[in-house]
């Protein structure tokens, strides 16, 4: 389970079958560690029915859906660089876990520039990734490698970049490439980066512990269990406890 103080995402070990820190799910929620708030969940655009059984919107008005972010065909992985490419997402996003973990327990402008660093860098390598391979998704290098990538994916700087990825994931979503959960994290942070109501209310405000705006608040519940996420409430408990 997330560290809702840390991330401002608290992910499911049964969603991702991955138990995700919040610092690893790329949002720490002291903004002290990144002077960003805190992301607590993907999109404003709800996802594809053949992931959870709501309509997917339209990908926001001036921001094309590319079959892959540079438009270039994907290159297919052979096992051995598929590995390798596991271990270097883990890795990188090890990386940022532990950096996250020492600049919120004693925030400093050097331990701050190291942050901004690593995510630039590691957004950067992802880039790579996807340009060559199309979206890093479970079924190729592992559940894992692709929560990784999902937690590099939320701290990247570029939001045109994370809106093209969350395009893929998408797809890769309804495909049954990537759980319906990965989506909604990147949907919802999506969402209020765009100034729009979110859709699952992963993302969460560091200041007031509360969730960004949600849309239609009334079905919340069941949109989240839908991807499999607990009820909201009892995500704002953990988020309180590790506050």
């Not at 992301?39 to 594809?48: E, L, N, R, S, Y």
């Not at 942050?115 to 390598?125: L, P």
């Not at 395009?167 to 999506?190: E, F, K, N, S, W």
Request: aromatic share 2%; charged share 20%; net charge negative.
């Amino acid at each position: 389970m997330v560290d809702a103080a840390a991330s401002g995402h608290a992910v499911d070990a049964a969603a991702t079958g991955h138990p995700v820190d919040a610092a690893a799910t790329g949002h720490a929620a002291d903004a002290a560690a990144t002077g960003h708030p805190v992301d607590a969940a993907p999109t404003g655009h709800p996802v594809d029915a053949a992931a959870t059984g709501h309509p997917v919107d339209a990908a926001p008005a001036g921001h094309p859906v590319d079959a892959a972010p540079t438009g270039h065909a994907e290159m297919p992985l052979s096992p051995a660089l598929a590995s390798a490419l596991a271990a270097e997402l883990v890795r990188r996003a090890d990386e940022d876990r532990e950096l996250m973990r020492q600049t919120g327990a004693g925030p400093t402008p050097e331990r701050r520039r190291r942050v901004v660093e690593c995510h630039r860098d590691n957004a950067e390598a992802l880039a790579a990734i996807v340009r060559r391979h199309g979206w890093p998704a479970a079924d190729v290098v592992g559940a894992a490698a692709s929560t990784a990538a999902l937690m590099i994916l939320l701290h990247a700087p570029d939001l045109g970049f994370r809106l093209r990825c969350r395009d893929l994931i998408a797809q890769a979503t309804a495909d049954g490439r990537c759980p319906a959960v990965h989506l909604a994290y990147i949907a919802d942070h999506c969402a209020v980066e765009l100034g729009e109501p979110q859709f699952y209310g992963t993302r969460v405000n560091p200041v007031t512990l509360r969730p960004y705006p949600v849309r239609r608040p009334q079905n919340l519940d069941e949109r989240r269990r839908d991807v499999g996420l607990g009820p909201l409430e009892e995500q704002m408990r953990a988020l309180r406890l590790h506050a």
